[in-house]
């Protein structure tokens, strides 16, 4: 089995994404949830890089110094080391990891906490050192803290997000999904961020066809024998056309593939994840396509927030990230939650095992 290579990206560097990752390295040693991924790295299995800015780093352990998330220190090579836990019993540098550092132009502790075109400019460098990170090493995986949009688009009024920028980045730019992992279900959207006006314009054949086929791929993925649950667009699905006519081109999409059966739908969003009402030869569904982000977000993040992961579909390569925001009235406080990130560097780690077993 071949070595894993993990990188973690802090996100935006006004935001709780540093936070997260040093609670992440401190939480190695102690949290059982991250027991198989500590084993993982001292096996060598799995290598861990960070990028991120080394100035912001040193701000929350000063904020965090009474406290054991603020437990870290930088050493000459470029690592960044937890320090030992005493109840960890661990040899001198079992746990260090590699620092990419981005730093941030003039900083000062004005910049964070705030969307802003400093801190825009340091996180498009740390997206773009992330990228050459992925072009460079061989079976890798990317994890992201989260960004923020507006702050990166005073530096490039193009950006939409880091599922925009990075299929653009592998030419692959109309065929990556932004799909989501979790226990409730699994997600993959025909949308991704675009304004509510224009989803409509945007359910035509070969966004669906895409969004159907990477469902079908994921189904595969979890062995699900239900099939997959597809939703309409409009209000009880369109009433046969009254309200409507994006379900006759969603059906049309789903007869258009060779085992038609491996879908259900479209089915009325009102009532699509009322698991009595959803009637299969099996359980309930394991893949849900929904076509617009909130349509699938909110029962999401209803029933599984902090634990689903967001996956990018269709790159040659692994990116997990959090299913949050950049948290930006809680910088400082030690008081944001590293879970989600937790389970975005379980699952990244998942699927390159994955990927690594012949189906």
């Not at 000459?76 to 990891?97: S, T």
């Not at 964070?112 to 990170?133: H, P, Q, T």
């Not at 997959?228 to 409507?244: C, K, S, T, Y």
Request: aromatic share 8%; charged share 20%; hydrophobic share 40%.
């Amino acid at each position: 089995m071949s070595c894993k290579n993990l990188l973690l990206s802090s996100g935006d560097p006004a935001g709780i994404g540093s936070e997260i990752v040093i609670k992440f390295i401190n939480d190695l040693s102690r949290e059982p949830f991250l027991e198989k991924t500590k084993a993982k790295i001292l096996a060598g299995e799995v290598q861990i890089t960070i990028v991120g800015s080394k100035d912001v780093y040193l701000w929350h352990k000063a904020r965090n110094e009474a406290s054991n998330q603020g437990s870290f220190f930088f050493s000459n090579e470029n690592f960044i080391h937890p320090l030992k836990d005493k109840n960890a019993n661990l040899k001198p540098n079992q746990f260090r990891f590699r620092f990419i550092d981005i730093p941030v132009v003039d900083f000062n502790p004005n910049l964070l906490g705030n969307a802003n075109k400093v801190m825009g400019e340091s996180c498009l460098k740390l997206l773009n050192a992330g990228v050459d990170f992925i072009k460079r090493e061989a079976n890798c995986a990317l994890v992201t803290a989260p960004i923020n949009k507006k702050a990166i688009s005073l530096v490039d009024r193009k950006f939409t997000g880091h599922t925009g920028f990075l299929a653009e980045k592998f030419n692959l730019k109309d065929e990556v999904s932004m799909t989501f992992f979790s226990s409730a279900f699994n997600l993959v959207l025909t949308t991704t961020h675009i304004p509510l006006r224009e989803v409509a314009k945007a359910i035509n054949e070969k966004n669906l066809k895409k969004a159907l086929t990477h469902a079908l791929e994921i189904k595969k993925l979890l062995r699900d024998q239900a099939p997959v649950l597809v939703l309409g667009l409009n209000p009880h699905a369109g009433e046969e056309g009254l309200l409507g006519e994006e379900e006759g081109v969603i059906a049309k999409a789903m007869s258009s593939f060779p085992n038609p059966e491996d879908f259900l739908g479209p089915v009325a969003p009102d009532t699509a994840f009322i698991k009595t009402l959803i009637k299969t030869k099996g359980s309930f569904p394991k893949v849900v396509v929904a076509h617009y982000h909130d349509q699938g977000l909110i029962p999401l993040k209803t029933l599984a927030f902090n634990e689903a992961v967001n996956v990018t579909w269709g790159l040659p390569f692994v990116r997990t990230s959090v299913d949050h925001g950049t948290g930006y009235d809680l910088v400082g406080k030690n008081q944001a939650s590293p879970w989600s990130f937790y389970f975005a560097v379980k699952q990244a780690i998942d699927l390159l095992e994955v990927r690594e077993t012949p189906a």
